[in-house]
């Protein structure tokens, strides 16, 4: 059964450190997708990829995320430093540019004390 | 500015009953529109995605109807069951196909036995 995987499921950090969250996309899938929830915001849009390449980031705080994907296998998304309001469930979620679902891996619970 | 908007009060419906949830946007040309279910603690599952040049789409019980004009798509699911209770989120694509996908902040469906 394909699905994306995200790891940590959860994190409790303190305000300053640095957190990294990664994500395997579902073998095949060529467009990988950082989303972040809030009761607030909803889901938002952080960053996107298409092979490996990405493709729009414009949603990420610049100064302090950063996404990267290795390889094809790893997607990464950085926050140094991190922030209380940077706590949010971020998800992360594959597809292919053919036929435009996305699926979203069970997220990561962040919280920033 | 670029809005999409989901009656974020609950619906509550009885069971058997048709639920129809809203999903109106402004400032989008969107090349189609997606509809997604979350459960509490789970990643968006993908349902129904309709193009802009389709007016309805159908999967089993559910129905997606897209009106570019008014710039809105109605959700249906018919012969509702408690199972169909969760959180539902349209989200459309104004990138030309390009897969920068907005999402709206869910309506919570509740279907009463």
């Known amino acids: 059964d394909a699905r994306v995987t995200q790891t940590p499921r959860h994190k409790v950090t303190e305000m300053g450190q640095e957190v990294t969250m990664r994500c395997q996309p579902i073998l095949g899938h060529n467009t990988v997708f950082w989303y972040r929830q809030t009761m607030m915001q909803g889901l938002e849009l952080l960053a996107y990829?298409?092979?490996?390449?990405?493709?729009?980031d414009s949603g990420m705080p610049k100064d302090r995320f950063s996404a990267e994907m290795p390889d094809a296998t790893l997607a990464t998304l950085k926050i140094q430093p991190s922030e209380p309001r940077d706590s949010a469930v971020y998800f992360c979620?594959?597809?292919?540019?053919?036929?435009?679902?996305?699926?979203f891996g069970q997220g990561t619970r962040l919280t920033v004390v | 500015s670029q809005k999409i908007e989901q009656n974020s009060e609950a619906l509550n419906i009885q069971e058997g009953k048709t639920a129809t949830l809203t999903c109106n946007y402004t400032?989008?040309?969107?090349?189609?529109l997606q509809w997604y279910r979350q459960d509490p603690g789970r990643g968006p599952v993908f349902l129904l995605l309709?193009?802009?040049?389709?007016k309805e789409k159908r999967k089993e019980r559910l129905k997606v109807t897209f009106d570019t004009t008014l710039k809105q798509s109605l959700f249906h699911i018919t012969a509702s069951q408690p199972a169909d209770s969760a959180t539902y989120l349209c989200?459309?694509?104004?990138?030309?196909?390009?897969?920068?996908?907005?999402f709206g902040t869910g309506t919570k469906l509740q279907v009463i036995p």
């Open positions: 400032n989008y040309s969107p090349a189609y």
């Open positions: 989200a459309l694509d104004d990138s030309g196909g390009y897969q920068k996908v907005t």
């Open positions: 979620a594959s597809g292919r540019r053919t036929d435009l679902e996305a699926f």
């Open positions: 309709i193009r802009e040049n389709e």
């Open positions: 990829f298409r092979n490996r390449a990405p493709l729009d």
